[in-house]
């Protein structure tokens, strides 16, 4: 394996050529329907860089959208997927198991939240599992209704766009969706700042809010599940008012409704915590994982207590590829590299790095309303001056000010003004540090 430089480097202006043809050759033949953040073509990437086949070395605040945790090509994931793939690529595990499968199963559920007996059970993508965690509740519960929240993203399949709060680009056009699907209000600090100090600040006022909409509008009675990600993330990556988690989680509990943390986003260190659900002792009775759970092999997990896991008949779930042997094996791999090289404790020293200066540099502009998230999943919220009025427009072009100067930045939000940050845990503090700098000069330029 040749070692990737870690270093920014400009061979070319961004696109560079090769890109473009490809970029052409892309237009003609994939569907318009699927986009891209940025119009460079990948030849390799690892530690905290992304190169493209014009030769350019781009710093990654990425990761895939929060994939590559651990690093792309990480060693041991590299190791272990050769290893697997020359064994056997597939048996499926309905068909012939192996025993990657029940490896990552025990993993899951010895590493996510609560000391009760718990199972889990693989599928591909996040959206794929989130639809089995309902379909999960559901026979647990003999109930229905599932809510959601606002701002929410849960996927682009039928169901998972129902749980899904944001019609443009996620929704418009595609529907009618999932019936029995409701959305109750989050904890939005820096947007609830407008209904009172105590909406903004006290987690346990924004929950009484969301659950008397959920008991009006629904009613426990009829309510199967709660999903909810525990720090949004294509959302805006909002954290929730500290206490509105553990309350929710406490109303479900006290009215048989399956509390589902969807950490397809946060989970596997991403956040300073095995878990996010863990920054607020909160035991989900379900838990959803997918994205880092596997350093960019399709993998995603349901895992919870035992009861609830088991309720559905013998062959109620499954699927061609879930769990897939060479998905497990770079799993497994995942899990050790985070456990042995102390990525946990990593993500936290990241958020230290980043809030530092992002703090700086919101002291000094006025158009950068809020700086939030945890860990390695960072952002800043975009303002126009001095207000809380969205500048999605200022975002954009920040985003690609830092894409021409070699630095990949995501944008999320419900208004399109979250710049996020999800640098893999890999990526070295001279690099992070550039990175910030590069944004500094965009957005004092702008
Ligand atoms: N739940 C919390 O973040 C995927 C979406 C990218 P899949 N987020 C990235 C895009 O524009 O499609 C996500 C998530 C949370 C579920 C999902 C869905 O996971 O693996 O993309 O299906």
Same mark, same amino acid.
């Given at each position: 394996m040749t070692i990737l430089e870690q270093s920014r480097f400009l061979a070319t202006s961004i696109p560079g050529p090769r890109s473009k043809e490809l970029m052409d050759r892309k237009v003609a033949a994939v569907s318009r329907g699927i986009g891209n953040t940025m119009p460079v073509y990948t030849a390799r990437a690892g530690g905290g860089i992304v190169e493209d086949v014009d030769g350019n070395r781009l710093i990654d605040l990425g990761s895939g959208i929060a994939v590559t945790t651990i690093g792309n090509a990480s060693p041991r994931v590299v190791e272990a997927v050769r290893k697997q793939v020359a064994d056997f690529t597939h048996t499926c595990f309905m068909v012939t198991p192996y025993e990657e499968y029940v490896a990552v199963a025990e993993a899951l559920n010895r590493l996510t939240p609560g000391d009760f007996e718990k199972r889990s059970a693989l599928f591909n993508s996040g959206s794929e599992a989130v639809e089995n965690a309902v379909k999960i509740a559901r026979t647990y519960t003999h109930k229905q209704a599932v809510v959601s929240f606002d701002h929410a993203y849960h996927g682009r399949t039928n169901l998972t766009m129902a749980l899904t709060a944001k019609s443009m680009p996620y929704k418009h056009g595609f529907g009618p969706f999932a019936p029995e699907i409701y959305r109750a209000p989050l904890s939005y600090p820096f947007r609830d700042a407008e209904f009172g100090k105590e909406m903004a600040t006290d987690g346990e006022v924004a929950a009484r809010r969301a659950i008397s909409v959920i008991e009006k509008q629904v009613g426990a009675a009829n309510l199967a599940a709660v999903i909810i990600e525990p720090i949004q993330g294509e959302g805006g990556f909002i954290v929730p008012a500290d206490g509105f988690l553990?309350?929710?989680?406490?109303?479900?509990?006290?009215?048989?409704?399956?509390?589902?943390?969807?950490?397809?986003?946060?989970?596997?260190?991403?956040?300073?915590?095995?878990?996010?659900?863990?920054?607020?002792?909160?035991?989900?009775?379900?838990?959803?994982?997918?994205?880092?759970?596997?350093?960019?092999?399709?993998?995603?997990?349901?895992?919870?207590?035992?009861?609830i896991m088991d309720a559905?008949?013998?062959?109620?779930?499954?699927?061609?590829?879930?769990?897939?042997?060479?998905?497990?094996?770079?799993?497994?791999?995942?899990?050790?590299?985070?456990?042995?090289?102390?990525?946990?404790?990593?993500?936290?020293?990241?958020?230290?790095?980043?809030?530092? *200066?992002?703090?700086?540099?919101?002291?000094?502009?006025? *158009?950068?309303?809020?700086?939030?998230?945890?860990?390695?999943?960072?952002?800043?919220?975009?303002?126009?001056?001095?207000t809380t009025e969205p500048d999605g427009e200022l975002t954009g072009k920040l985003a690609a000010g830092c894409h021409t100067a070699g630095v990949i930045v995501l944008t999320c939000g419900t208004y399109g003004n979250v710049l996020r940050f999800l640098p893999p845990l890999s990526i070295s503090d001279d690099l992070l540090i550039e990175a910030l700098d590069v944004l500094a000069l965009v957005l004092a330029d702008l």
């Amino acid at each position: 394996m040749t070692i990737l430089e870690q270093s920014r480097f400009l061979a070319t202006s961004i696109p560079g050529p090769r890109s473009k043809e490809l970029m052409d050759r892309k237009v003609a033949a994939v569907s318009r329907g699927i986009g891209n953040t940025m119009p460079v073509y990948t030849a390799r990437a690892g530690g905290g860089i992304v190169e493209d086949v014009d030769g350019n070395r781009l710093i990654d605040l990425g990761s895939g959208i929060a994939v590559t945790t651990i690093g792309n090509a990480s060693p041991r994931v590299v190791e272990a997927v050769r290893k697997q793939v020359a064994d056997f690529t597939h048996t499926c595990f309905m068909v012939t198991p192996y025993e990657e499968y029940v490896a990552v199963a025990e993993a899951l559920n010895r590493l996510t939240p609560g000391d009760f007996e718990k199972r889990s059970a693989l599928f591909n993508s996040g959206s794929e599992a989130v639809e089995n965690a309902v379909k999960i509740a559901r026979t647990y519960t003999h109930k229905q209704a599932v809510v959601s929240f606002d701002h929410a993203y849960h996927g682009r399949t039928n169901l998972t766009m129902a749980l899904t709060a944001k019609s443009m680009p996620y929704k418009h056009g595609f529907g009618p969706f999932a019936p029995e699907i409701y959305r109750a209000p989050l904890s939005y600090p820096f947007r609830d700042a407008e209904f009172g100090k105590e909406m903004a600040t006290d987690g346990e006022v924004a929950a009484r809010r969301a659950i008397s909409v959920i008991e009006k509008q629904v009613g426990a009675a009829n309510l199967a599940a709660v999903i909810i990600e525990p720090i949004q993330g294509e959302g805006g990556f909002i954290v929730p008012a500290d206490g509105f988690l553990p309350a929710l989680l406490d109303w479900c509990a006290n009215n048989d409704v399956v509390f589902i943390a969807d950490e397809v986003q946060t989970g596997f260190a991403r956040t300073g915590a095995m878990f996010a659900c863990e920054h607020e002792g909160v035991v989900p009775d379900l838990i959803v994982t997918a994205k880092g759970i596997a350093d960019g092999l399709p993998l995603s997990a349901v895992t919870g207590r035992a009861e609830i896991m088991d309720a559905p008949h013998v062959s109620g779930l499954g699927g061609t590829y879930g769990g897939n042997p060479v998905a497990c094996a770079a799993a497994l791999a995942t899990i050790e590299t985070i456990e042995s090289d102390g990525l946990v404790a990593r993500a936290a020293q990241i958020e230290q790095v980043m809030k530092d *200066r992002l703090h700086r540099m919101q002291a000094e502009d006025d *158009r950068i309303g809020d700086v939030r998230g945890r860990g390695a999943m960072i952002a800043m919220e975009i303002v126009k001056s001095g207000t809380t009025e969205p500048d999605g427009e200022l975002t954009g072009k920040l985003a690609a000010g830092c894409h021409t100067a070699g630095v990949i930045v995501l944008t999320c939000g419900t208004y399109g003004n979250v710049l996020r940050f999800l640098p893999p845990l890999s990526i070295s503090d001279d690099l992070l540090i550039e990175a910030l700098d590069v944004l500094a000069l965009v957005l004092a330029d702008l």
